[in-house]
């Protein structure tokens, strides 16, 4: 039976205080999944932010891109289902360090039982706001203006409005 583990809404470069806290238990854990583990499913928010730009990787992220790679190295295979957070996945992920990515909910079988693994975002029908954000965002247009932002200027920008949507969020209580 393969041992499995998942991981989700790490949200790392968030800019909170816990920060290298979060980051430290992730690396943790990754570390924990070499020794034990058989596969990892990133299933979204691994970042509070990435956008891939042809030659630039935020060194805010350089140790869990590196202890990504090392499992992959390791035979442990890693699916990275995006989030409404890190979407802008793309050839890096695919080809440099060698992770499945999935830019949709996966269905999978898995000895015997069948999986369905999702971020969740944009899932319910109520969502229909963030599903017409997504086409906004992830349309091929509007990622070419954005790679045209400098990656300090595009980061701290992206940083704003994550910090700005995360101060605004109505009260679940």
């Known amino acids: 039976m393969e041992k499995i583990f998942f991981v989700s809404d790490a949200h790392l470069g968030s800019g909170e205080k816990s920060d290298h806290q979060t980051e430290q238990k992730?690396?943790?854990?990754?570390?924990?999944?070499?020794?034990?583990?058989?596969?990892?499913?990133?299933?979204?928010d691994l970042f509070d932010f990435w956008f891939e730009y042809r030659s630039v990787i935020p060194r805010t992220y350089f140790n869990v891109l590196i202890a990504l790679r090392t499992l992959v190295t390791n035979g442990i295979k890693v699916n990275f289902i995006t989030g409404n957070h890190d979407f802008?996945?793309?050839?890096?992920?695919?080809q440099d360090l060698e992770?499945?990515?999935?830019?949709?909910?996966?269905?999978?079988?898995?000895?015997?039982?069948r999986l369905f693994i999702a971020h969740g975002d944009g899932l319910a029908k109520?969502?229909?706001?963030y599903r017409l954000l997504k086409k906004v965002l992830r349309h091929p247009?509007?990622?070419r203006f954005y790679r045209l932002l400098h990656p300090d200027v595009a980061f701290?920008?992206?940083?704003?409005?994550?910090?700005?949507?995360?101060?605004?969020?109505?009260?679940?209580?």
Do not use: C
Not at 88 to 94: E, I, K, L, T
Not at 99 to 113: C, K, M, Q, R
Not at 165 to 170: A, C, K, L, V, Y
């Open 156 to 173: 701290a920008l992206a940083g704003f409005f994550s910090r700005t949507s995360r101060t605004n969020r109505p009260s679940m209580v």
């Open 126 to 129: 109520k969502d229909t706001g």
């Open 26 to 44: 992730l690396l943790d854990f990754i570390n924990h999944v070499k020794k034990h583990g058989d596969r990892l499913y990133i299933v979204g």
């Open 88 to 94: 802008w996945v793309d050839s890096f992920f695919r």
């Open 141 to 143: 247009i509007n990622i």
């Open 99 to 113: 992770i499945s990515v999935h830019e949709a909910p996966l269905e999978v079988t898995i000895d015997g039982y």
